[in-house]
């Protein structure tokens, strides 16, 4: 069976930086720094002042540097709330 994508939403208050499919999200962590994947279990977590990258399904890794923020994951939707940089 193949693998789901996660759909990853990075937003700002000025905009919407990214929108799009991927593979992997890297997150710089209030306690550590964390990954998610396709299937991860729901969270909602705090994010400190650091670069969010995002591996797409072609491969691709793109990195945004960003303010403090917050994440929620459900149901492979990544939704990133954040302080632009």
């Known amino acids: ?3 789901k994508a996660l759909s ?3 937003l700002t208050s000025e905009a919407s930086l ?3 499919q991927a ?3 890297f997150l710089p962590g209030a306690l550590c720094p964390f990954e998610i994947l396709p299937m991860h279990a729901p969270i909602i977590s705090l994010l400190e002042r650091g670069s969010v990258r995002v ?8 990195e945004f540097p960003l303010g403090s923020g917050i994440v929620q994951v459900r ?4 939704t990133i709330c954040a302080e632009a940089e």
Do not use: C, H, P
């Open 1 to 3: 069976m193949a693998e």
């Open 8 to 10: 990853v939403r990075i």
């Open 18 to 20: 990214y929108q799009g």
């Open 23 to 25: 593979s992997a999200v």
């Open 55 to 62: 591996r797409q399904t072609d491969g691709e890794l793109k």
């Open 75 to 78: 149901d492979n939707i990544v």
